[in-house]
């Protein structure tokens, strides 16, 4: 059969031009619903070429549901372990113990302090509290026959030759000076430094071991205080 001509065929033309026009539509619109969502670009940036790279990560943070301004919590992993800290150790004298006055309370929670910092074990202060209560009745005692030692902080005075402080040391008997006898602390520290110089003191007596550092003309006169001596030493080291 031949084709139409003339006028028949004029008419088909514009039918099958809309028809692909038509067709085009179609398409647009379904690549459109196809295609997901798209990225705005700023005028700012129109005339800037965008790699695929930096698209995804555009498209990245605009499918981010926080804020920038959001600051995530940290996870429970990335917070610093942290460890229970030891029991403080008390830092002044507590009140009156063991029938003592404060100002030998104060004095014996310096020897107990000496030798718990030091890590000795607590037949050290055992020994150090019973000599104290012996030797001064745990006072810390000037002397006028030392005038040195009168213009130090002190307790009480009393003359016993040269004999000073806690502990009765004396500086002629190359104890130490005058001024570190008379302080407490450095006093008693170094009677921990004679005693732990005694060979098995630990299992001594304590009146054995007390002798054995203070060659007292009265050996047995502290074996009477190891009672007191330890409620010290357990009321000031529990």
Known sequence: MSKPRGRHAAKRRPARRFVLLALGLMCAAA????GGSFIRVTPSAAHTDVSATEVDARRSASLDPVSRD????ASPSASPATSP?????????PGPVAGLSQTQTTNGWTVV??????????????????TAL?????RNLASSAVPASL????????????????FQQRPSQGWGTVAQ????????????DRLLKVAGWPGMSISGAAQAVQRSAFPGAYQKHEDTARRVVTA???
């Open 236 to 238: 000031l080291w529990p």
């Open 181 to 192: 006898l008379m302080d407490p602390r450095t006093a008693t520290g170094l009677f921990y």
């Open 70 to 73: 959001y600051q995530r919590p």
């Open 134 to 138: 012996q030797e001064s009745n745990l």
């Open 151 to 166: 213009k130090l902080p002190h307790d009480a005075e009393s003359v016993n030759y040269d004999s000073i402080g806690l």
């Open 113 to 130: 302090d000496v030798a718990r910092k030091r890590n000795l074990p607590r037949q050290a202060a055992i020994v150090a509290i019973a």
């Open 85 to 93: 800290s030891a029991s403080p150790t008390p830092n002044r004298p």
């Open 31 to 34: 690549a459109v619903l196809l």
